[in-house]
């Protein structure tokens, strides 16, 4: 594994996008493609949901593994043992406690929230948009529409 310098590594973490990243962009083009129309980013909502299917008050998150904390222990474990453990360590604790804040305040204003991890929508686009389908036809059956 190559090892970067502190100013590569730098320059490599400022060209991170938080929106219209390449899983947000593969997911949206599924569910254009399957007829579910969508908000992206829509700022009425904590935690501005990636994807907001306003109609059935579904809420998307298109999370990275890395920054969201996938497989904390293990993730915790190699961090530990590299430059800057703390800072990152704790970056992905408030990231982690974060989307449980934003997952309890969307669901209390009646929102299904849906997290789909980079790699599975990256995988299995169709399953994701499989999950939505589900998530649309549950709120459909709910609210006798």
């Not at 490599?12 to 990243?21: D, E, F, L, P, V």
């Not at 399957?34 to 999370?63: E, H, M, Q, V």
């Amino acid at each position: 594994m190559d090892v970067l310098n502190s100013e590569q590594r730098s320059k490599n973490m400022k060209n991170i996008k938080s929106s219209n990243t390449s899983i947000e962009l593969c997911l949206r083009k599924a569910l254009w493609k399957s007829g579910i129309r969508y908000r992206k980013n829509y700022k009425k909502l904590p935690g501005k949901p990636d994807i907001a299917i306003t109609k059935y008050k579904i809420a998307i998150f298109c999370d990275g593994e890395f920054f969201h904390g996938k497989d904390w222990e293990g993730l915790r474990k190699r961090l530990s043992k590299g430059d800057r453990a703390d800072y990152w360590i704790n970056k992905i604790e408030k990231n982690m406690e974060r989307d449980r804040n934003i997952d309890l305040q969307l669901r209390n204003l009646g929102w299904k929230v849906i997290r789909f991890w980079g790699k599975d929508i990256n995988k299995n686009s169709d399953m994701c948009v499989k999950v939505i389908k589900e998530a649309i036809f549950a709120y459909i059956m709910e609210n006798d529409l």
